[in-house]
């Protein structure tokens, strides 16, 4: 967790109850629990169980209802933003954690998701609108959304057959993090010595991320194929590969925050964020981009069919749009946003972060996911024979 | 004739649940086992074997299971017998409610949060830390199958002990008096007697046990770290990450038969030691 500006202040009423109700749900560490389990869903954030402390609402009474269903990633949001948005319009925000783009696309995929807004990844977004899962977005709704501040590579995705379904939220990279107190002295910088390593010195303390994308994506890169590979011959060496590795692993979690902190595992695959949160508290814990290539990634706010506040659905997106509170969110969680508006905002500094912002040949590497990726039914198997073995 | 209404209206209520909480989603799974994957995942109809061709790609989850549920179960009855065996035969009337109250208590918070705790204790600064003070070094514990053993028996221990407790409590003390009167030296009253009359309790707990055991996945995705793998595991990542309902629902037929099979084997065992004994007549 990144230490800001609330971990000095006394907890409050609010916030001791909604710890409490995400004690009481058993996530003591959400995201652990989500990810392992695949359930994806803890329930968390209900501020609405507490009716004294319901605010006063500036919009009239029932113009958006009392809730809005979130669904979206572990540590991915500034919750002052939150009651900042229950302030302004009644709405209390409930927030729904998930592990991967497979579980939200099984959720929805499996009817009665009850969410009104939710975080879909880049290349996951043909797919709902394939499976017509989510509706064009009324723009008129988003008047924080201005298409020409975002850069393009970033918010093209959003847009299939030039209809706008998806309107951008963040980005990032996935690399890995490694503790370099083990590494004595050497300095990892490629995807084939992050498996090289797991193998050896690192037996029994490296983690991999639990989906098919990143974890067969980065066991591709050893043999220097693509990210995206769907070929069978290059799909069975990776598989011969993560079959090699796995009695070294630690552990098959995107949960790796936990473990990495407290010395149990020394290296795991890493998102841009927690490669931030992590390096911000313990500086021995260094992110890095496998020379090789890997992931970039763009996170998207989409709405799904028939969301049952769809009005506050898009009362959320659209005030986490707004270039401030955008601002907030970053600051909080450290992933870089593509909004020219809201960097403007944003400390220099961060914006020369080279864990945000990686060196442009590192960046030059990477590959967004593909939509044939997700949807490929060797690579889910794949993970899942590797999983099971 | 009106006694005969009356019971079919009373059964009805059971009846309906039956056929829409069990028999109908169970012709589901049974109908979907024999469809394909969707292209982006989900179900879509089909008749082809297939799915049940492509079980050898469990057989690791199956083999774990079919090894750590029994495993599981004859640990948490060691375990439990002794317990059961104090509680009901040895302690004091005044300690026996505050003892029993003791091996409730747990069940008050969920297993998951309980589940949780074991993370920290069996993690690194828990237990291999206290071993690295006497000198051990380089336990590890969490993330093994020997962890998901520990995790599963500490949770299902209470379903077995008190089947146990509830059979060696009916027991009745003068038999035991017998038994000694006669000359039996204590151990062998206890395998003449107690035990044999224990064997209801025995086998309601093992049943209990292995069958929730044989369903068990969160146990071994919290404490297993992803790698030890059962059934339950399987399955979940079969509907909720691969999304391949067929296939899944072909595991899901797979282990509903082979626990069909088990448990009957079971309970024609348990019959046939309940025939050689006429004092023993349960299930």
Redesign the interface.
């Known amino acids: 967790m990144p230490k800001d500006y609330k971990d000095n202040m006394p907890i409050s009423r609010r916030k001791f109850i909604e710890e409490l109700r995400r004690?009481?749900k058993?996530s003591?560490s959400r995201r652990?629990?989500l990810g392992?389990?695949?359930?994806?869903f803890a329930t968390a954030v209900m501020a609405g169980a507490v009716p004294g402390l319901r605010p006063r609402k500036a919009y009239s009474a029932g113009e958006l209802g009392d809730r809005v269903v979130l669904a979206t990633w572990p540590n991915y949001h500034d919750e002052a933003n939150f009651s900042a948005f229950t302030k302004a319009t009644g709405v209390n925000v409930q927030v729904n954690v998930f592990g991967?783009n497979?579980?939200m696309?099984?959720?929805l995929?499996a009817g009665g998701s009850g969410w009104d807004v939710f975080v879909p990844t880049n290349y996951t977004i043909t797919?709902y609108v394939?499976?017509k899962l989510i509706e064009p977005l009324d723009l008129k709704m988003i008047p924080n959304y201005a298409a020409d501040a975002f850069e393009p590579r970033f918010a093209d995705a959003g847009t299939v057959g030039g209809t706008v379904y998806a309107v951008p939220k963040n980005w990032g990279t996935t690399g890995y993090v490694v503790n370099t107190k083990h590494t004595k002295g050497k300095k990892l910088t490629t995807w084939k010595e992050f498996w090289d390593i797991t193998k050896t010195d690192f037996s029994?303390r490296t983690m991999v991320h639990?989906?098919?994308l990143t974890t067969i994506g980065n066991a591709l890169k050893y043999f220097g194929y693509s990210f995206n590979s769907v070929d069978p011959k290059e799909l069975a060496d990776a598989e011969k590969l993560l079959l090699e590795v796995?009695p070294h692993?630690?552990?098959?979690?995107s949960d790796y925050q936990p473990?990495l902190r407290?010395?149990?595992a020394w290296m795991s695959m890493c998102w841009t964020g927690d490669g931030k949160q992590l390096n911000t508290d313990m500086p021995e814990m260094e992110y890095v981009i496998g020379k090789e290539g890997g992931e970039i990634w763009s996170d998207f706010y989409a709405v799904p069919k028939r969301a049952e506040h769809r009005a506050a659905g898009y009362a959320l997106i659209n005030f986490l749009l707004d270039p401030a509170v955008n601002a907030r969110e970053t600051l909080a969680h450290g992933y870089p946003v593509a909004d020219s508006r809201t960097n403007k905002l944003l400390p220099k500094e961060l914006l020369e972060d080279p864990i945000l912002y990686p060196a442009q040949e590192l960046l030059d590497t990477l590959e967004f996911g593909a939509a044939a990726t997700l949807?490929d039914?060797n690579r889910?198997?794949l993970?899942?024979?590797f999983?099971?073995? | 004739m009106q006694g005969k209404w009356i019971n079919r209206l009373l059964l009805m209520p059971a009846t309906a649940w039956f056929l829409v909480m069990l028999v109908l989603p169970l012709v589901v799974v049974a109908i979907f086992s024999f469809g394909e994957?969707g292209?982006?995942?989900?179900y879509v109809p089909a008749f082809t074997l297939d799915q049940y061709l492509n079980l050898p790609?469990?057989f690791?989850?199956f083999k774990n299971t079919l090894l750590l549920a029994p495993a599981g179960t004859l640990a948490a009855l060691l375990i439990a017998y002794p317990l059961a065996y104090f509680l009901a035969v040895r302690a004091s009337p005044k300690w026996k409610t505050i003892l029993l109250v003791m091996v409730i208590v747990p069940f008050w918070t969920?297993i998951?949060?309980r589940t949780?705790a074991w993370i920290f204790i069996l993690?690194?600064?828990g237990i291999p830390t206290l071993l690295e003070f006497i000198g051990i070094e380089g336990v590890?514990l969490?993330?093994t199958p020997f962890a998901v053993l520990v995790g599963i028996v500490y949770g299902y221990l209470p379903l077995m002990v008190f089947p146990i407790y509830v059979s060696l409590e009916k027991l009745d003390k003068r038999l035991l008096e017998a038994s000694a009167d006669l000359g039996s030296p204590p151990l062998r009253t206890f395998r003449q007697v107690t035990l044999p009359l224990s064997i209801p309790g025995i086998a309601t707990g093992c049943m209990l046990v292995f069958i929730l055991l044989m369903g068990e996945?969160?146990i071994p995705?919290?404490l297993g770290?992803?790698?030890v793998?059962f059934i339950g595991?399987?399955l979940?990542?079969?509907?909720?990450?691969?999304?391949?309902w067929a296939?899944g629902s072909a595991v899901a037929a797979t282990l509903v038969i082979i626990m069909l099979v088990t448990v009957t084997l079971y309970m024609k065992l348990v019959a046939r030691v309940g025939e050689q004994r006429e004092d023993v007549s349960i299930l």
Request: charged share 20%; hydrophobic share 35%; no cysteine.
């Open positions: 004690y009481e058993g003591v652990h629990f392992v389990t695949g359930l994806g991967s497979e579980e696309l099984a959720k995929q797919t394939g499976e029994g639990d989906y098919q796995k692993l630690f552990a098959i979690n473990p407290n010395g149990d949807t039914p889910a198997e993970l899942a024979r999983k099971s073995a | 994957r292209a982006a995942g989900g790609a469990r690791t989850a969920s998951l949060i949780y993690g690194g600064r590890r969490i993330n996945f969160l995705a919290l770290g992803g790698k793998f595991n399987a979940v990542d079969l509907f909720l990450q691969s999304r391949n296939y």
